[in-house]
């Protein structure tokens, strides 16, 4: 079992900067990939990045590429996600998934087995 609890979500200004982080606890926390995932009102959830249980290897959807950075600290059972430049079409409930069954990231969601409760960011224009 994992069990996962994000924070730092709140409201910011188009432009402004958030970080997400995420806790995890339960399963050795270097041995898997982890991944956030945001779901806005009336929109089925999609993938945002990912990162590699080593977090060598990170991947992004084009609509935050080079705005968030996804990071990870497995000394410390930490996820993160840094979001800048943040826009109003960022607004959403951000997830944050664990996926134990590889080491490696992946996009999609049917892979992660492990969900956080989720934390509300919403950017005002």
């Known amino acids: 079992q994992v069990q996962l609890v994000e924070s730092g979500g709140g409201l910011v200004q188009a432009g402004g900067s958030l970080r997400l982080a995420c806790a995890a606890s339960?399963?050795?926390?270097?041995?898997?990939?982890m991944g956030w995932f945001r779901q806005a009102p009336g929109k089925e959830r999609e993938f945002v990045s990912s990162?590699?249980?080593?977090?060598?290897?990170?991947f992004y959807a084009e609509s935050v590429k080079g705005r968030f950075t996804i990071s990870r600290d497995n000394a410390k059972n930490m996820v993160y996600l840094q979001m800048n430049s943040l826009k109003p079409e960022d607004t959403a409930v951000y997830y944050c998934?664990?996926?134990?069954?590889?080491?490696?990231?992946?996009?999609?969601?049917?892979?992660?087995?492990?969900w956080g409760q989720g934390a509300q960011v919403t950017v005002s224009s």
């Open positions: 990162i590699s249980a080593s977090g060598d290897s990170t």
């Open positions: 998934a664990a996926d134990t069954t590889s080491p490696y990231g992946r996009r999609w969601s049917s892979v992660y087995n492990y």
């Open positions: 339960g399963r050795t926390f270097s041995r898997y990939a």
